[in-house]
């Protein structure tokens, strides 16, 4: 870090039109000291976690980048600052959008959609009736509960940094009501009440794929760049390199180190490669293209899997009337795998090519959860409703509850009685023949 610059990071809220959603400014402060020259001073600073450059809405000039290891977004770039007092200060403004908060209209759709559910099951007179009432009122509850924390945590309202920890908290009330939801939905398909279409947010599951599974057809080839250069415009230079390769690629894994050599830390226990005595010329430049089994590239096989379940499914609701939004469904799902499959992934190996993929990842995530949900909701249908009066037994008052207890009780006692008096009451021949046994 130069010596003459002062970074200040702090997080502001910025005027935000009413037609626009709320935003978040990140500030950053770069002073140059009294006394320092003219300089061209570098600037990196991390973006809260779960911003992604879409949330950016202004960068203040500088680039985006993404941390592997943290799995998380920065801005850098480079700040011309004067001598003098106008030029020696810089102020940079990075907008975020606000990523912390449920909109209120989703809120509501969540609470209608329990709220026609119950209404649902009182008019088919459920058995159900009572435990899904319970239910309606926990997530409206929750839901509630959620908005209240929201206000009371709203921008302007409270320091942007406790604005965002309040998220925690309203993220765990908000997975909460969608999964009482879900048993909602539940109820009603048992009750052979089409739950269409079905809710993409009570469907989304966290899922993480096995890192150990090799593709079918093996690992790909990644290419990870080596770049040298002597900066020296006069002099020419005898230098030694050595460049950490990613975590998840080992001494196994380089398929190709071009001129380079192939180490491994055990300290560190991180695999590199290397080159002594590279000779370079004034300004020259030199790449390594250096050849490694593509570890993040595998969600192929996953991606072909999830298509077949997706057309099987849709096979089976397209067989059936009355599925119509379910088909719907299902073929925006086989949409949404095309999608994947047709985007491009970067050239090169490098941050935004983990980023990348790990992306990708995400988004089969949701759509495997999507494809659960589909497949509990067809077996779902086909499960017989249980109709036996077991199930519909009043339950008994508490006064009722508490004879039974006694009258158990009261036999219990009845029995270690007549057990003790059975022993009690032993013959001298009985205790004399037992004494003898021993």
């Given at each position: 870090m130069f010596i003459s610059l002062?970074?200040?990071?702090?997080?502001?809220?910025?005027?935000?039109?009413?037609?626009?959603?709320?935003?978040?400014?990140?500030?950053i402060r770069v002073v140059n000291r009294p006394n320092a020259k003219e300089q061209k001073v570098s600037v990196k600073r991390d973006l809260p976690v779960g911003i992604r450059p879409e949330n950016v809405t202004d960068s203040a000039g500088l680039n985006i980048?993404?941390?592997?290891?943290?799995?998380?977004?920065?801005?850098?770039?480079e700040v011309e600052l004067g001598t003098n007092s106008a030029q020696s200060v810089k102020n940079l403004e990075v907008v975020l959008e606000d990523v912390w908060t449920f909109p209120a209209d989703k809120i509501e759709t969540l609470k209608t959609r329990a709220t026609e559910a119950v209404t649902k099951l009182k008019k088919k007179e459920s058995e159900f009736m009572g435990t899904a009432t319970n239910i309606r009122d926990?997530?409206?509850?929750?839901?509630?509960?959620?908005?209240?924390?929201?206000?009371?945590?709203?921008?302007?309202?409270?320091?942007?940094?406790?604005?965002?920890?309040?998220?925690?908290?309203?993220?765990?009330?908000?997975?909460k009501a969608v999964k009482n939801l879900g048993q909602l939905?539940?109820?009603?398909?048992?009750?052979?009440?089409d739950v269409a279409p079905?809710?993409?947010?009570?469907?989304?599951?966290?899922?993480e794929r096995d890192e150990r599974k090799v593709p079918s057809g093996g690992y790909k080839s990644a290419v990870m760049k080596i770049e040298v250069e002597n900066t020296s415009?006069?002099?020419?230079?005898?230098?030694?390199?050595?460049?950490?390769?990613?975590?998840?690629?080992?001494?196994?894994?380089?398929?190709?180190?071009?001129?380079?050599?192939?180490?491994?830390?055990?300290?560190?226990?991180?695999?590199?490669?290397?080159?002594?005595?590279?000779?370079?010329a004034a300004r020259e430049k030199k790449e390594f293209p250096v050849l490694i089994k593509d570890k993040w590239d595998i969600n192929g096989d996953y991606i072909i899997e999830f298509t077949s379940i997706a057309t099987n499914l849709l096979a089976v609701v397209s067989a059936e009337e009355g599925h119509e939004d379910l088909q719907l469904h299902v073929a925006g799902i086989i949409e949404e795998l095309n999608q994947i499959t047709a985007e491009t992934k970067p050239e090169t190996l490098g941050p935004e090519y983990v980023d990348f993929f790990r992306v990708q990842t995400r988004k089969l995530g949701k759509i495997k959860g999507k494809l659960d949900r589909l497949e509990e909701v067809l077996r779902r249908k086909k499960e017989p409703k249980w109709t036996t009066p077991m199930l519909s037994v009043k339950a008994p008052d508490p006064r009722t509850t508490w004879i039974i207890i006694y009258?158990?009780?009261?036999?219990?006692?009845?029995?270690?009685?007549?057990?003790?008096?059975?022993?009690f009451g032993k013959s001298k021949s009985e205790k004399l023949g037992d004494s003898g046994q021993e």
């Open positions: 002062l970074v200040v990071l702090a997080l502001a809220v910025g005027y935000v039109p009413p037609a626009r959603a709320a935003e978040i400014i990140m500030r980048g993404y941390n592997i290891k943290e799995d998380r977004y920065f801005v850098r770039g926990k997530v409206v509850m929750d839901l509630n509960q959620l908005l209240v924390i929201q206000e009371e945590n709203a921008i302007g309202m409270v320091p942007p940094l406790q604005h965002i920890r309040a998220y925690s908290t309203t993220r765990k009330i908000y997975g939905e539940n109820f009603l398909i048992m009750e052979g009440i079905i809710d993409p947010i009570v469907s989304e599951v966290e899922w415009p006069l002099t020419n230079r005898v230098i030694s390199v050595r460049r950490d390769l990613p975590e998840e690629i080992g001494v196994e894994d380089v398929v190709d180190p071009d001129m380079l050599k192939v180490g491994y830390d055990a300290r560190r226990k991180r695999t590199y490669v290397y080159i002594n005595d590279l000779e370079l009258i158990v009780l009261g036999f219990l006692g009845l029995v270690s009685l007549l057990f003790f008096l059975r022993w």
